[in-house]
Nanobody, 125 residues
Framework: QVRLVESGGGLVQPGGSLRLSCAAP????????IGWFRQAPGKEREGVSC????????YYADSVKGRFTISRDHAKNTVYLQMNSLKPEDTAVYYC??????????????????WGQGTQVTVSS
């Protein structure tokens, strides 16, 4: 069974930074697009960012552009989400997900069929 494992969440003050990690099975990053999603209480799941397996092209939601950066390390089989200038509205459970259905990734959660268990990010003073 293919699993993704997120880590790096926690409590941070507004304006602070966190780096989330998504650990994947070996070689998955070579063939699967990886996305980061978040879901706050009472809200729908939102696509935050993703990176395409074929060329490393990326997508960012408007709400995080200029603040979040997605990257991948094939040697460590890990995708990262660096989150800077965090705001209270970034508070949510963050999930990573994978799919190999499309050439390029997107922020549409319906495209993804492998999910991690999530990690809580809380931005509060």
């Amino acid at each position: 069974q293919v699993r993704l494992v997120e880590s790096g969440g926690g409590l941070v003050q507004p304006g602070g930074s966190l780096r989330l990690s998504c650990a994947a099975p070996p070689f998955l990053l070579d063939y699967y697009n990886i996305g980061w999603f978040r879901q706050a209480p009472g809200k729908e799941r939102e696509g935050v960012s993703c990176i395409s397996s074929n060329d490393g092209s990326t997508y960012y939601a408007d709400s995080v552009k200029g603040r979040f950066t997605i990257s991948r390390d094939h040697a460590k089989n890990t995708v990262y989400l660096q989150m800077n200038s965090l705001k209270p509205e970034d508070t949510a459970v963050y999930y990573c997900a994978a799919n190999n259905k499309f050439l390029y990734c997107s922020g549409d959660s319906y495209e993804y069929d492998i999910w991690g268990q999530g990690t809580q990010v809380t931005v509060s003073s």
